[in-house]
């Protein structure tokens, strides 16, 4: 394929988690279209590992679905270039009162590549001590805890639907589960 080139980027829409903006492309065959961008400043996601092997969800309301989901724990980094891992640690905590005595990095995550840039570094707690939530004001957050094999059987189902689980769910599986 030939030179594809962005010649053009307007914001459209600024937003506390996102920035949508419309981009000029120029294709390899001169034209030049417009494409739809969002920009968004990345999270990270956390498999939380309970000593008996269940692992921490967190069910919450999700107004793009207008329904609850159950969820890894995640969320946004609070400001352009911090380190993920610092996010992670933050959300584990204020989602579930979780602290971990280890904090391992799994994999990263772009969830939507034909619009939109957001990168979620996913990572594995393990050795948790339990503590108290500390949920941002609009959150309302419930915790339950599922052994892989269920949560499995939910995906399969179609009762678990969210990417970033579904991945860090069968990611963690293939890793640490499945031995030859």
């Not at 009162?97 to 904090?103: F, I, Q, V």
């Amino acid at each position: 394929m030939d030179h594809v080139e962005r010649i053009g980027r307007k914001l459209v829409f600024k937003g506390s988690v996102l920035d949508i903006y419309q981009d000029d492309i120029r294709t390899p065959n001169g034209k030049v279209v417009k494409w739809d961008f969002i920009g968004h400043i990345g999270a990270a996601a956390v498999v939380a590992v309970r000593d008996n092997g269940k692992l921490i969800m967190v069910k919450q309301y999700r107004n793009a679905l207008d329904r609850m989901t159950i969820e890894i724990p995640a969320g946004k980094r609070d400001y352009e270039g911090e380190p993920t891992i610092n996010c992670a640690i933050r959300e584990l905590q204020e989602e579930t009162g979780c602290t971990a005595e280890k904090m391992e990095y799994l994999m990263t995550l772009r969830t939507a590549i034909a619009y939109c840039d957001e990168l979620i570094d996913v990572y594995v707690a393990t050795g948790l001590t339990q503590g108290e939530q500390h949920l941002d004001e609009d959150e309302c957050v419930e915790l339950l805890e599922f052994d892989v094999e269920e949560l499995c059987r939910m995906i399969y189902a179609g009762e678990l639907q969210d990417v970033k689980t579904i991945a860090a769910i069968m990611a963690y599986k293939n890793k640490y589960l499945i031995h030859d």
